[in-house]
């Protein structure tokens, strides 16, 4: 019998203990360990040993997921030339150049849409704060009523009396 099955089948001898005895007995059981036992806290000999792992053939180490690689693929430099000079972008870059062209030039709605959904999740695309207009005042109403008058000759005698029948609710209106 090998030293980690004889480790096992202590560690399962002495769970089954632990289950079937009294609380007096368990303490007495318990009294012999180094640390305490239960959920989460199984008896040190049938722990993973330091640099010994539960899952042998699990991912190995190093070994990159699919945002790692992703991001490192459009991350890295490539040479494009354009107005006949060379320069360095990144692949991102050229992608983004290369779908705002599309977008532009070709008319290419669903170019179009991805940039707008790219331009809404970036920010690009909040909304402009409306401005209120300030309330209108007698000020305000007597400048416009003088505007009036320059324009149509009228005497502010007339005005008046077009802003009293407005106020009445008269329908009258000037020509």
């Known amino acids: 019998m090998s030293k980690n099955n004889k480790k096992t089948r202590e560690a399962l001898d002495l769970k089954r203990r632990l289950q079937e005895a009294t609380p007096d007995e368990r303490a007495i059981l318990l009294e012999g360990l180094s640390y305490e036992v239960g959920f989460g806290k199984p008896p040190r000999s049938s722990q993973f040993q330091p640099g010994q792992s539960g899952n042998p053939r699990g991912r190995p180490q190093g070994s990159k997921n699919l945002v790692t690689i992703l991001k490192e693929e459009l991350e890295a430099p490539i040479v494009i030339s354009g107005n006949g000079k060379r320069r360095k972008a990144t692949k991102w870059q050229v992608a983004i150049r290369q779908q705002v062209h599309k977008a532009a030039a070709d008319k290419d709605t669903k170019a179009f849409a991805v ?61």
């Open 115 to 175: 940039l707008a959904d790219l331009a809404r999740r970036t920010g690009q695309l909040e909304a402009v704060p409306t401005v209120q207009a300030p309330p209108i005042d007698d000020r305000d109403l007597a400048a416009v009523a003088e505007l009036v008058r320059l324009y149509d000759g009228s005497t502010p005698e007339e005005e008046d009396s077009l802003v009293k029948n407005d106020d009445r609710g008269d329908q009258e209106t000037c020509s």
